[in-house]
């Protein structure tokens, strides 16, 4: 072994896996970094399973750390014919695919990598593994250099298959005897292949994990190698860091693979995948020089030059118009000669020449600087795709993000704001100081976003479409979730562990395990528990799984593989190897498709105005100063209105009370956690109302924060601050809002220094530029982009003029939009029962399939909002009643629809819903007769009915023909088996809400008796102490404290509404009464410690029974009668009093009890048979069930 084979810079690994050989790799980038710096390499390869989802980011952190990164892959790829004649040979069943491990050696070599790679999820039927076909590895082997890779490489598998025909397979290579000859063929075909395809650039890879079936071939390798004049290369295939994470890696390949703990336990445990330390690499190859000296000798080869910074976009064509530049000018000007027309009807006699002048000025700036900056291109395609939606009824957000402070974009029908009325700017979206590709985020209709992307797909090909990936992290809980599930702890422990780890977004286990003591000492407690905890430590963070970015989509020219490595999803569409920030990096520039489910609600009220009340109703020329939407806003009734329903945002409104559109945009900038926290918000209410006074530190702030009562609260604030008091340029002054953003010390004094100097030339004393500076700093951190909070309130009072002039059919289309989100529609139920609406329950003869509104102050509940309820046959229950009317029966409904077809479950969901109560039969009664209907309808539509029908068709034929009429009439004179409660459960099951009546509303004297408030008057109540409240118990959930201390959730409801109240330690009693029953609460009612809400604290919680029992002193009976009774009515009573006196004797208790007669106007005393009854509930509801007209109740 020469001394030269220990020098490090000659060692190199090139056969590495990281975390993106996802749930295979266990190396993070960064951790495999800096053991090979620490090993002294210069070099390191990637090379990925069947992936390059790591290339950017391991390449920018090698250059950033001084390493050669060399950009790889290990692919599957099918092999040679040859090959396959042998696999049949030998009868080997496993799937004819085989592994190569390919470097780039340049720029070319990475673009044919990155071929290569997406080649096997893009042929036509991929399977579950990617596997490359064998002509695209051949024709994209230029400036790539491959190596054979491990035993499941092709070369290693047919020289292992020849060591198993021969004790010499050496000499089988000079005259191969008949049973070698297919392998020796297959490897003849295979160098040549190889040879052909890569010339010198083909290495035989020496790999020694430590395994035996390598050391034995190992040798063998090396000769046939040499017989062919192929080179070596030794190689570690490491998949984990360090020794000691070889169980780690082995739960995380459990984890892929669904195996449990025996097989942990069951691996090689002398197995060495690990990234060999250079005294190892020595040891096991040194024998072979030329196998270590070629390392270096392939990494000096690879150099690939990734180019950032340079953006590449599809050609756009406009007919008639061959420069790019032109098109943009003429569709600009086009565009906003257009919405001029419409701004001089909206502006008045005020939009005269002169304001119109300074719209074409802007719109000269803009296109100057799209120009030079080289972006016409960009505003061309995105205008053609949202002027498509639009064309095609699918809704477009007005706007998003800085965008809409640009004219051209205005011009263009890309935003929907005038960006000039609202003193938007453009330096903000676009920055001549700094380039950057502008990013437009526009939002669409939620259902019909997918069709714009099927259009921009079908515009520019679908090899030049792509979504963008994510990756799906490990991350805290998700780990510990993962190995207990490997190491077979149990759900319920597992569960309990991870549940101790505080509900915080991206908390770490470390930073879990510092907060939370409890999961060390369970730790110390269980020894497994305390190896789920060490080794979920190892993995938490690694990549798991690959997804869709929500909204990303980019779009290139002659091959989405030409830049990026690509996959497809499991419904076909292309996405990008890389995330979303590295696809820009190499150049792809992203255009971001956003679902709005806001934009859905607007287009679907507005179509149920069009349809009932105005035809020519438009959403986008409403008055956006009309008062009553302001009333309304300011009363804080705002469920249900963008981004103002949330309960603090609902203190704010009712406090600041907006007026006017200006406090729109404002409120949303506001409501945000450094505004709020910074007294800024208090400000800025009392100024809006004259309670503070507003003081300029300069007369010239007043036209720049007058807007918000003299308050920096928007960055184009801090923008025309520096422009007008310091001589900025407006892109020089987003560098400064930048820099105040970002707080870096060194780029603040340079602009203070900068901004002093402004002022200074423009007279600005120095003492208020220097307090000027200082304040802009601080509202720089909360300042709000002001065209994003434009755009954004535009459709926060679009939704509130619905809500405000056509309540109904809002309320219908913002159901309808979530009638899938059940504690949204209860939400919605309960707003709407607040404004005195009438709730039409669901009814197969009324409804339809969304929510609608059957007249004025009402909406009627979808079909489809019925849980588990949907589909095609439910549309065509609802098109047969349109179009022949409605269904007089259940036998009808049969004879009409084949309900085999709907599904017996489908037709009990509907019954349970009350869906079929227009059939005047109790829900139980129709709910069992639908096995029969559902056989019935069966038969009808099979044609095998005739006059009579075959219900039973088990039985006799000539016994069991049933007479339709008789089968129908018996179902009706069906009384119901159930209570009216126990169908009230079922109806909220089904629907979310209780529509047909209330659990409350069967304890009327107890809500009089004991109850002191109802839920929809605890906002009217705030201070109110110890006061009770009588409500339908729906569940109870407990949590821990941030100090460790119990608390639990109660959640509440009755007739007039719900609320989460909230429950102590101290108060928590040793059983919680049983969800859906009714309980009596006694709470406190106060505002939240930050007063933006209100809070329901619980201080006892009784089963209402229980209360009843307690409290009642004693009992009145009065049963009622007529003076002169006929014998028929005089019997009933009797029975009433016998009925009565066997409930009495069946619930004997210890509340006094006194049964009274009144027979016309005199009252006898009944003695019954016990002194005192049981106040349960079962007995009151017995009781109630007796007829208020004959049996009355009275507590005492």
């Known amino acids: 072994m020469?001394?030269?084979?220990?020098?490090?810079?000659?060692?190199?690994?090139?056969?590495?896996?990281?975390?993106?050989?996802?749930?295979?790799?266990?190396?993070?980038?960064?951790?495999?970094?800096?053991?090979?710096?620490?090993?002294?390499?210069?070099?390191?390869?990637?090379?990925?399973?069947?992936n390059m989802f790591g290339a950017v980011e391991f390449y920018v952190k090698c250059k950033d750390a001084g390493l050669n990164p060399i950009l790889g892959a290990e692919i599957n790829w099918d092999g040679l014919p040859e090959s396959q004649v042998v696999r049949k040979a030998t009868g080997d069943s496993q799937a004819a695919a085989y592994h190569l491990v390919l470097l780039a050696k340049s720029t070319e070599g990475y673009k044919n990598l990155c071929r290569v790679v997406s080649s096997g999820y893009l042929r036509e039927n991929p399977g579950e593994v990617s596997v490359a076909p064998a002509e695209k590895v051949r024709d994209n082997a230029g400036d790539v250099i491959a190596l054979s890779s491990c035993l499941h490489g092709e070369f290693a598998y047919l020289v292992n298959s020849l060591m198993e025909l021969s004790p010499n397979p050496l000499e089988e290579l000079k005259a191969p005897t008949e049973p070698c000859e297919p392998v020796v063929t297959a490897l003849n075909a295979h160098v040549q292949f190889m040879k052909e395809a890569f010339g010198d650039d083909y290495y035989i890879e020496l790999i020694d994990n430590n395994l035996g079936l390598q050391r034995k071939v190992?040798?063998?390798?090396?000769?046939?190698?040499?017989?062919?004049?192929?080179?070596?290369?030794?190689?570690?295939?490491?998949?984990?860091?360090?020794?000691?994470?070889?169980?780690?890696?082995?739960?995380?390949?459990?984890?892929?693979?669904?195996?449990?703990?025996?097989?942990?336990a069951k691996r090689n445990k002398a197995a060495q995948f690990h990234l060999f330390s250079n005294e190892e690499m020595v040891d096991k190859y040194g024998r072979w020089a030329e196998a270590l000296d070629n390392q270096s000798k392939i990494a000096e080869q690879c150099h690939v030059e990734l180019t950032f910074g340079k953006y590449f976009l599809p050609k756009f064509e406009v007919d008639g118009i061959d420069n790019i530049d032109d098109a943009l000018i003429q569709l600009s000007k086009e565009g906003l000669e257009e919405r001029l027309v419409h701004l001089r009807k909206q502006y008045g006699p005020e939009f005269d020449a002169e304001a119109e002048k300074t719209y074409w000025d802007r719109l000269d700036f803009e296109i100057g600087i799209i120009i030079k900056m080289g972006f016409p291109g960009y505003f061309l395609i995105v205008q053609d795709f949202i002027n498509w939606a639009k064309d095609h009824d699918i809704p477009v957000g007005p706007g998003r993000g800085s965008g809409a402070g640009s004219l051209i974009a205005y011009?263009?029908?890309?935003?929907?704001?005038?960006?000039?009325?609202?003193?938007?700017?453009?330096?903000?979206?676009?920055?001549?100081?700094?380039?950057?590709?502008?990013?437009?985020?526009?939002?669409?209709?939620?259902?019909?976003?997918?069709?714009?992307?099927?259009?921009?797909?079908?515009?520019?090909?679908?090899?030049?479409v792509a979504q963008i990936t994510t990756f799906g992290k490990m991350k805290a809980k998700a780990a510990l979730r993962d190995v207990g599930r490997v190491l077979e702890l149990g759900y319920s422990k597992v569960d309990r562990i991870a549940k101790l780890i505080p509900n915080e977004l991206d908390i770490t286990l470390k930073d879990a395990l510092e907060r939370e003591p409890r999961i060390q000492e369970e730790a110390k407690k269980d020894e497994i528990i305390e190896k789920m905890v060490d080794l979920a430590l190892k993995l938490e963070g690694m990549s798991r799984h690959t997804s869709v970015h929500a909204a990303g989509v980019v779009i290139s020219e002659g091959g989405m593989d030409n830049y990026v490595p690509v996959y497809k999803s499991e419904d076909g569409a292309l996405i990008t190897q890389y995330e979303m920030k590295n696809a820009e990096k190499v150049g792809l520039v992203k255009f971001d498709f956003l679902g709005l489910k806001t934009l859905t609600v607007i287009q679907k009220a507005v179509k149920l105005i069009q349809k009932s009340k105005d035809p020519n109703f438009n959403i986008e020329t409403i008055d956006i100063e009309a008062?009553?939407?302001?009333?309304?806003?300011?009363?804080?009734?705002?469920?249900?209105?963008?981004?103002?329903?949330?309960?603090?945002?609902?203190?704010?409104?009712?406090?600041?009370?907006?007026?006017?559109?200006?406090?729109?945009?404002?409120?949303?900038?506001?409501?945000?956690?450094?505004?709020?926290?910074?007294?800024?918000?208090?400000?800025?209410?009392?100024?809006?109302?004259?309670?503070?006074?507003?003081?300029?530190l300069h007369p010239a702030l007043e036209t720049i924060l007058d807007d918000t009562y003299g308050i920096i609260l928007y960055q184009e604030q801090v923008q025309k601050i520096a422009a007008s008091l310091a001589s900025y340029s407006l892109g020089e002054a987003d560098l400064l809002r930048r820099a105040m953003g970002k707080k870096k010390p060194e780029e603040m004094a340079k602009q203070k220094v900068r901004f002093s100097t402004g002022c200074r030339e423009n007279n600005v004393p120095e003492e208020i530029a220097e307090e000027l500076f200082e304040l802009m700093a601080k509202f720089a951190a909360y300042g709000f982009n002001k065209s994003h909070s434009a755009a954004y309130g535009l459709v926060s009072y679009q939704t509130a003029y619905l809500k405000t002039f056509y309540p109904e059919e809002f309320m219908a289309a913002i159901m309808t939009c979530d009638l899938d989100n059940t504690d949204k529609v209860i939400r919605y139920i309960e707003e709407c029962r607040r404004m005195k609406f009438k709730i039409y329950p669901p009814d197969i003869n009324r409804s339809k399939l969304e929510f609608d509104v059957p007249g004025p102050r009402s909406v009627g509940y979808g079909l489809e909002a019925i849980k588990g309820v949907g589909g095609a046959s439910l549309e065509k229950m609802v098109r047969e009643r349109d179009e022949n009317g409605p269904y007089k029966s259940l036998t009808d409904l049969a004879k009409r629809i084949n309900l085999q077809k709907v599904g017996k479950k489908t037709l009990e969901l509907l019954a349970e819903a009350g869906a079929f109560d227009s059939f005047g039969s109790s829900r139980d009664a129709i709910k069992a007769a639908i096995p029969e209907m559902v056989k019935f309808s069966e038969s009808h539509h099979?044609?095998?009915?005739?006059?009579?029908?075959?219900?039973?068709?088990?039985?006799?034929?000539?016994?069991?023909?049933?007479?339709?009429?008789?089968?129908?009439?018996?179902?009706?004179?069906?009384?119901?088996?159930?209570?009216?409660?126990?169908?009230?459960?079922?109806?909220?099951?089904?629907?979310?809400?209780?529509?047909?009546?209330?659990?409350?509303?069967?304890?009327?004297e107890d809500v009089k008796k004991f109850g002191q408030l109802q839920i929809k008057d605890i906002p009217k109540r705030v201070g109110s102490k110890d006061v009770n409240i009588v409500a339908f118990l729906t569940g109870t959930s407990e949590r821990l404290t941030k100090t460790n201390k119990k608390m639990a959730y109660i959640h509440l409801e009755d007739e007039t509404g719900s609320w989460e109240g909230v429950m102590f330690e101290k108060d928590l009693p040793e059983f919680f009464p049983e969800p859906n029953t009714v309980v009596v609460a006694k709470v406190n009612v106060a505002k939240s410690y930050d007063g933006t809400s209100i809070s329901l604290k619980v201080d006892s919680l009784a089963p209402l029974q229980d209360v009843r029992r307690e409290v009642t002193k004693r009992v009145e009976i009065q049963i009622g009668s007529q003076k002169d009774l006929n014998p028929t009515a005089l019997n009933q009573k009797k029975a009433t009093i016998g009925r009565l006196g066997t409930l009495l004797a069946s619930h004997p208790g210890r509340t006094p009890l006194i049964v009274n007669l009144k027979y016309g106007r005199v009252q006898i005393k009944i003695n019954p048979q016990i002194e005192g009854v049981d106040?349960?509930?079962d007995f009151y509801q017995s009781i109630k069930n007796m007829g208020t007209e004959d049996v009355q109740l009275q507590y005492f």
Not at 4 to 28: F, Q, T, W
Not at 641 to 652: D, K, N, P
Not at 661 to 675: S, T
């Open 411 to 464: 011009a263009l029908k890309i935003t929907d704001l005038d960006p000039l009325k609202f003193n938007l700017i453009f330096e903000r979206f676009l920055n001549p100081e700094r380039v950057s590709m502008p990013d437009f985020d526009v939002d669409f209709c939620q259902e019909r976003r997918d069709e714009v992307i099927q259009y921009v797909t079908q515009k520019y090909g679908a090899d030049n």
């Open 942 to 1004: 099979s044609n095998e009915s005739t006059g009579q029908v075959l219900l039973f068709a088990d039985d006799d034929v000539e016994e069991n023909m049933v007479d339709l009429a008789k089968f129908e009439e018996d179902i009706a004179q069906a009384g119901s088996s159930e209570s009216r409660l126990e169908w009230l459960l079922k109806e909220k099951k089904n629907l979310g809400v209780f529509l047909s009546g209330h659990p409350m509303d069967l304890y009327p």
């Open 1175 to 1177: 106040l349960c509930d």
């Open 218 to 264: 190992i040798p063998v390798l090396v000769e046939v190698a040499y017989h062919y004049g192929l080179p070596l290369v030794a190689t570690a295939d490491s998949h984990y860091l360090n020794p000691e994470d070889d169980e780690a890696h082995a739960v995380l390949t459990s984890v892929k693979n669904d195996l449990k703990q025996s097989h942990i």
């Open 627 to 696: 008062k009553p939407v302001y009333d309304l806003i300011s009363t804080a009734a705002s469920v249900g209105i963008f981004q103002l329903e949330s309960s603090g945002m609902q203190a704010l409104l009712s406090k600041l009370k907006p007026s006017r559109f200006e406090d729109i945009i404002a409120v949303v900038a506001l409501f945000r956690p450094g505004p709020l926290g910074s007294g800024m918000v208090d400000d800025f209410i009392e100024r809006k109302h004259g309670r503070q006074e507003i003081e300029y």
């Open 2 to 50: 020469s001394e030269d084979n220990l020098n490090p810079r000659k060692l190199v690994h090139l056969h590495v896996h990281s975390e993106y050989s996802l749930l295979d790799g266990a190396i993070r980038i960064s951790d495999a970094i800096k053991k090979v710096k620490s090993q002294g390499h210069t070099a390191l390869a990637l090379t990925d399973h069947s």
